[in-house]
């Protein structure tokens, strides 16, 4: 054979270097001159990589799936993908027991396939986040492994290992958030070691600087494979208290039987926010965004994971939006204001895979498409950056389980029938009329609702009236509207408790949204001197069929909306 030169091969990964470089820092610059970063300006969408797409046909999707859909993502207006987790992992949790950071489990692919997708993204102009578990492992990761096997093992610390009150008795009465105590005891060492999820999730032990460098090395780790950021989940939990405290009894029992008990000794503990220093630390050397999944009762509580010199995270969820599960507009203009009112850039979301679907949530059973197409005019016309959840763009609702034997995920199976879990919120995107929506060929993990016949990408791209179509309008609006992308938000007839109306207003542009948020059409007289307009005439930009604007004037259908430029 003849002899081939070795210069591509050095070539290559110089290359490789040179423009890994220039993307790491295309991320780190500002978006504009007015030091807006990047992720304020983008569309986040949550992927749920099970239930995306199936690549192979075995039932559950992965991430040549993924790679697959960036055109339709980009065609959609989609910026950035927040991926949960992907890691090897045994699944009982679906990925959230990792049972190692640096990979990605068969089911999903190959390390070659991630880095494919990574650069299929950049290649329609979609960046990747990651979902990162902080709080705790697998029980088979190799770590805990090794913490298990004896009192003296190397990696012992790394999870938190405690005596019992006496025989047969956890710690404390700290409750896991999936049922029973939040202490196993392992017959090996004899000692019980603690979860504050399923006892297959053993919690790390953040108090010792090893676990704290790897989880930080991890970070980097991905960053340089050419991760945009990370979603941090249940951050709130990092921590306890190391006298081991009882938490205070509450009234009642929950889903599960268990006592109420309120987290006091076990959450929220002050350490964490100096690890959400570190972290941000890391992340501001790729330009990459940190988002927490922050649970928090108040918006004094939210406002802190910004951090006091807004060194901790870029984007905290508001969950709080989400509580607001009505079309209530004096209730969104509560939280709305609220959210504003904190230091940081605002988030919003209307569901996850947390959360029933908002199509649910909010629809009357017999409005729901208009009342889909109201909620998305809705959150991605605020100022802050929205993240979708997959299908929410075309109208998916939740799939619930009838029977017990059906249900996978493990709150619903250690709640049931009090609590159903979430498999109906995680069911497979619907992307055609063919046998399990287009998904796969093979049955999926989870079975998809009838009402993919009608609501899929194939059939609502064709319908200029769909749910999809008025996303696609949006979010085109939004990317290219400088009063949605960076305008102040102005809150409008405050004291109309039917249509929500704000504006948003950026360098003498500015966007009128109006939505009725009632089964009665409603008209709507607009002064809007106080904005400086002597004479407001609105020109209408995105309406549904019914709505008309007439000088200052919106009539709108039940459950109609109208996003108008407003002109002197």
């Not at 790897?214 to 340089?224: F, I, S, V």
């Not at 102005?490 to 109006?514: F, H, Q």
């Not at 209408?540 to 009539?555: D, F, R």
């Amino acid at each position: 054979m003849p002899r081939r030169s070795s210069l591509p091969s050095l070539i290559l990964p110089l290359l490789l270097t040179f423009f890994y470089s220039l993307f790491a820092a295309a991320q780190a610059k500002p978006v504009d001159a007015e030091g807006h970063q990047w992720w304020q300006h983008a569309v986040f969408y949550e992927v749920y990589p099970r239930s995306f797409a199936d690549s192979n046909d075995d039932g559950v999707g992965d991430l040549n799936g993924i790679s697959s859909k960036m055109s339709y993502l980009q065609e959609l207006g989609v910026d950035a993908i927040w991926i949960t987790p992907c890691y090897p992992s045994p699944q009982i949790d679906f990925g959230y027991d990792v049972a190692d950071y640096r990979n990605i489990d068969p089911m999903y692919g190959t390390l070659a396939d991630f880095d494919r997708m990574v650069a299929e993204g950049r290649k329609h102009h979609v960046r990747i986040i990651l979902d990162f578990v902080p709080n705790h492992t697998s029980d088979q990761h190799p770590w805990f492994l090794d913490s298990k096997s004896s009192r003296t093992a190397p990696h012992r610390d790394w999870y938190i290992w405690r005596d019992g009150k006496g025989p047969g008795q956890p710690p404390n009465n700290w409750i896991s958030g999936f049922g029973g105590s939040a202490w196993t005891l392992d017959p090996t060492t004899n000692q019980y070691y603690y979860h504050f999820f399923y006892a297959q999730q053993p919690d790390l032990n953040w108090r010792n600087p090893a676990v704290e460098k790897e989880m930080l090395d991890t970070t980097r780790w991905w960053y340089k494979r050419g991760v945009s950021g990370f979603r941090l989940d249940a951050v709130d939990t990092l921590f306890e208290d190391p006298a081991l405290h009882d938490n205070p009894v509450l009234p009642g029992t929950n889903a599960q039987g268990d006592p109420n008990i309120e987290n006091k000794n076990n959450q929220y503990f002050p350490e964490v926010h100096q690890v959400l220093q570190k972290l941000r630390k890391v992340a501001d050397e790729s330009g990459a965004v940190l988002i927490g999944e922050t649970w928090t009762a108040n918006i004094a509580d939210l406002d802190r994971y910004y951090g006091q010199g807004d060194n901790e995270l870029q984007m905290p969820m508001d969950f709080m939006f989400t509580s607001v599960d009505k079309l209530s507009p004096p209730e969104f203009r509560s939280q709305i204001a609220a959210v504003n009112g904190a230091h940081g850039w605002p988030v919003f979301v209307i569901s996850n895979h947390d959360i029933p679907r908002s199509y649910n949530r909010y629809g009357d059973g017999k409005n729901n498409d208009a009342i889909a197409k109201l909620m998305g005019a809705f959150y991605l016309t605020l100022r802050g950056t929205p993240i979708m959840y997959y299908g929410e763009e075309i109208g998916m609702e939740n799939n619930d389980p009838t029977r017990k034997e059906d249900v996978k995920d493990p709150i619903g199976r250690t709640g049931w029938p009090q609590e159903k879990g979430r498999d109906g919120e995680r069911t497979p995107m619907q992307w055609n009329t063919a046998p399990n929506a287009g998904f796969s060929k093979k049955d999926p993990w989870l079975p998809v609702p009838p009402s993919y016949q009608t609501h899929n990408v194939a059939t609502e791209s064709k319908d200029p009236n769909s749910v999809l179509n008025l996303y696609k309008k949006v979010l085109a609006l939004r990317h290219t509207n400088q009063a949605l992308l960076e305008g102040s938000y102005i809150a409008l007839n405050e004291d109309d408790p039917n249509v929500m109306s704000y504006l948003r207003s950026y360098r003498g542009k500015t966007v009128l949204v109006a939505l009725n948020m009632s089964a009665s059409p409603k008209k709507t007289i607009f002064n809007l001197s106080q904005q400086g307009f002597g004479r407001a005439n609105l020109k209408s930009l995105i309406a549904s069929p019914e709505a008309s604007a007439k000088g200052n004037e919106i009539t709108l259908e039940p459950f109609g909306l109208l996003i108008a430029e407003v002109t002197q």
